[in-house]
């Protein structure tokens, strides 16, 4: 049977049978792969443990006929185990592999991977707050897919800005002549605070309040919600 080999990210597992599970991984090369991992459910596997969600792995697969077979997993950041250990980042990691998942598909972004692993990764280091972490992965993911926000000019026309209206089905910040009458308006400092999680100035996050991290953070809700056109049900479970 033909052989690969990929880095990926475990998204998410399901049992199968009695002792098996089928693995979605998210590989730097190949895209979005479903694969069976057997024997990862009895106590004696060798890599069970190193294919449950959140891990980084170093992954051989056979190419089967409808899902690809697990033959070898190697641990590259070992990140399961401290997040799940974290209410916070255990819900954040959720709703970020929640996310990749729906956003790829079998060809796949190499761009889309990083990404995910460098947000894993902060959150098992605790290097900034669960919630803006996921905050920023998902605009972030977003922007890559094709969907990226505005928070400075009218994501309609494109006039100049600062604007107050925010209008997810449009793209993010409106002006007032397009703004549709009762349109949630933002104030200053939750424009600024989600400029800074779009482009990473963590130095500007870390000093923005709790209610305007709140604020952000249902913007962000809303206008991931709506662009992926169903709802994340892990982002019900995270703290705002």
Not at 5 to 25: F, M, P, Q, S, Y
Not at 115 to 144: C, D, P
Request: proline content about 4%; overall charge neutral; some cysteine.
């Amino acid at each position: 049977m033909p052989v690969y080999r990929d880095e990926a990210v475990v998204l998410r597992t399901h049992k199968l049978g009695e002792a098996d599970r089928i693995i979605t991984l998210l590989t730097r090369q190949h895209g979005k792969v479903r694969a069976v991992a057997k024997g990862v459910r009895r106590t004696a596997s060798k890599f069970g443990a190193r294919l449950e969600p959140f891990m980084v792995v170093d992954v051989q697969l056979y190419i089967g006929r409808s899902l690809d077979i697990v033959n070898q997993a190697e641990s590259i950041g070992s990140y399961g185990a401290v997040i799940t250990a974290d209410y916070g980042s255990y819900t954040a990691a959720s709703a970020m592999v929640e996310t990749a998942d729906k956003l790829t598909e079998s060809e796949g972004s190499l761009q889309q991977y990083l990404l995910l692993v460098g947000a894993l990764r902060s959150l098992s280091r605790h290097e900034h707050g669960s919630g803006a972490t996921l905050n920023s992965y998902l605009l972030r993911s977003l922007s890559m897919a094709g969907w990226a926000p505005s928070f400075q000019d009218c994501a309609r026309c494109g006039a100049p800005g600062p604007h107050s209206a925010f209008v997810a089905q449009v793209g993010g910040i409106v002006c007032d002549n397009c703004a549709a009458p009762g349109s949630p308006r933002l104030d200053p400092d939750t424009i600024a605070l989600l400029s800074a999680l779009l482009t990473g100035d963590w130095a500007y996050t870390a000093g923005a309040s709790d209610t305007t991290h709140a604020q952000a953070t249902g913007v962000v809700a809303a206008y991931t919600q709506w662009h992926l056109g169903r709802g994340l049900r892990s982002l019900e479970h995270v703290r705002p």
